[in-house]
């Protein structure tokens, strides 16, 4: 059984036309510069047909990146085992990625928590608790700062599919996303 959390949409046609980048758990390990460069490639990828304009190339280099560097950063802390696949694709005036990784059945558990707080508040107002909520000590663990602040400052959207709890301990997580751009003939 799957579970979804947020708008279904963003899941609907989400195979088509992507590229798709995978990062390998290996010898190496994942590691926070793995997250960095490759959210870096995503974002200039995505950016490129931008460059006729420095201020709108800069503009959604950023954006592209700021997103992008979160879903990655969150896959490769809160994965129990194996590579993250990133996919992404621009489609009209909106970037669309997709964040594929397996957590722990605890840690799927803990996030679909937070998923439900998020999915019954103003991402703004709840923003602002969580600021005020860690500066005070009081802020708990996997707070969803990064997510709350994309949603609120960056208009992103974002659906997450739960795969089935696995005899293994593992849950598979499938992150949507997908954030405006500017449309190319302006």
């Known amino acids: 059984m799957t579970t979804l959390y947020g708008l279904a949409d963003l899941t609907i046609g989400a195979h088509q036309k992507m590229t798709r980048l995978r990062l390998y758990d290996g010898p190496l390990d994942l ?5 960095a460069m490759a959210s870096d490639f995503v974002a200039e990828l995505a950016a490129l047909r931008y460059r006729a304009s420095r201020n709108t190339y ?6 592209i ?13 809160f994965r129990a085992s194996g590579s993250v696949v990133v ?4 489609e009209g005036h909106s970037f669309r990625t997709k964040v594929s990784n397996v957590i722990d059945n ?14 019954d ?11 005020e909520a860690n500066a005070t000590g009081l802020g708990k663990s996997g707070s969803g700062l990064g997510l ?11 659906a997450w599919v739960f795969g089935a709890q696995g005899d293994d301990g593992e849950t598979s997580l499938e992150t ?10 302006n």
């Open 65 to 77: 990146g700021y997103l992008t560097n979160e879903l990655v950063e969150n896959a490769v802390k």
């Open 148 to 158: 709350l602040t994309l949603m609120s400052d960056y208009g992103v959207r974002f």
């Open 31 to 35: 590691s926070w510069k793995h997250c």
């Open 87 to 90: 996919e992404a694709a621009l």
């Open 176 to 185: 949507y996303a997908s954030i405006a751009v500017p449309d190319l003939s």
């Open 106 to 119: 605890e840690a799927a558990a803990r996030f679909q928590d937070l998923l439900s707080e998020i999915a």
């Open 58 to 63: 800069r503009e959604v280099r950023h954006n």
């Open 121 to 131: 508040g103003d991402p703004g107002d709840l923003l602002i608790e969580r600021i």
